[in-house]
């Protein structure tokens, strides 16, 4: 049995919460592992379908910049899901090591480079999407309106309500 007297006494944080390291670490990776599960889904998916493009007939058709902008896709979807799928793995290896405040840390990092990944992946495939099934001379103007909507909601918003209402540490 755990001696209360080799806990810190939590203290309240600056959002208000009464909570030790441990348990804050705690909190803070059960919340990325659900943000982290709704990213993954979403990118594996994706990775799916992508990968039975080449197989179908009509990718023959393809021209050279199009098949281009394919591989630039599948291989953006790769390391998409690849960096969203290292918290997990990243935990299952530093478990039981007391670090999991830096592993934390370093998931959040991992969490954040798969979003600008699979940012990248999502707008090489509507590229390549519309490229196919549109007039060229509008898909520049719908990719970028489409792309311009993802950074709103994914990082101008969120960035934007950090700093209005949170104070600096």
């Known amino acids: 049995m755990d001696d209360p007297a080799d806990k810190p006494a939590p203290r309240a944080g600056s959002d208000g919460r009464r909570e030790t390291e ?10 990325l592992i659900q943000e982290v599960r709704v990213a993954q889904t979403g ?28 591989v ?3 291989i953006l979807g790769s390391t ?8 997990v ?7 039981g090591r007391k670090i999991k405040p830096h592993a934390v840390v ?6 954040f480079l798969g979003l600008v990944l699979l940012l990248g992946t999502l707008t090489a495939a509507l590229l390549l999407i519309l490229r196919v099934a549109t007039d060229n001379t509008v898909v520049p103007w719908l990719v ?7 950074l709103l909601c994914w990082f101008v918003l969120p960035a934007w309500a950090r700093h209005r209402h949170t104070t600096p540490d």
């Open 72 to 74: 630039v896709t599948v």
């Open 144 to 150: 970028g309106v489409v792309v311009s909507w993802y």
């Open 22 to 31: 441990t348990e804050r670490a705690d909190r803070r990776w059960s919340e």
């Open 80 to 87: 998409a899901t690849g960096a969203l799928i290292a918290p």
């Open 43 to 70: 990118v594996q998916i994706l990775f799916g379908f992508l990968l039975t493009v080449a197989f179908t007939p009509r990718f023959q058709e393809l021209s050279d910049t199009d098949r281009t902008i394919y």
């Open 89 to 95: 793995s990243f935990h299952r290896i530093v478990s």
């Open 106 to 111: 370093w998931a959040s990092r991992l969490t």
